[in-house]
């Protein structure tokens, strides 16, 4: 069992969560923050069961930072 870390953005219109250090696109939404963190472990295990434990990425995240800078 792998603990996971998962990053859950807000929206007006619900919720977009996704996995840290996994290689490949994995995404779930949700009209509430729990229903998005459901919808997400739902893909990353049908990821992992399609592609195998080498799309997480073997180094240690620490943490995942917000950053805004004007373009």
């Known amino acids: 069992m792998n603990q996971i870390k998962i990053i859950v953005e807000q929206y007006p219109d619900g919720y977009i969560a996704y996995p840290a250090k996994m290689q490949g696109v994995v ?9 998005a963190l ?3 472990k739902s893909a990353i295990i049908f990821h ?4 195998g ?3 997480f ?15």
């Open 27 to 35: 995404v779930g939404q949700g009209d509430t923050y729990q229903e």
């Open 38 to 40: 459901d919808d997400v």
């Open 48 to 51: 992992l069961e399609t592609f």
């Open 53 to 55: 434990k080498k799309v």
């Open 57 to 71: 990425q073997d180094y240690d995240l620490i943490a995942a930072n917000i950053a805004e800078v004007t373009i």
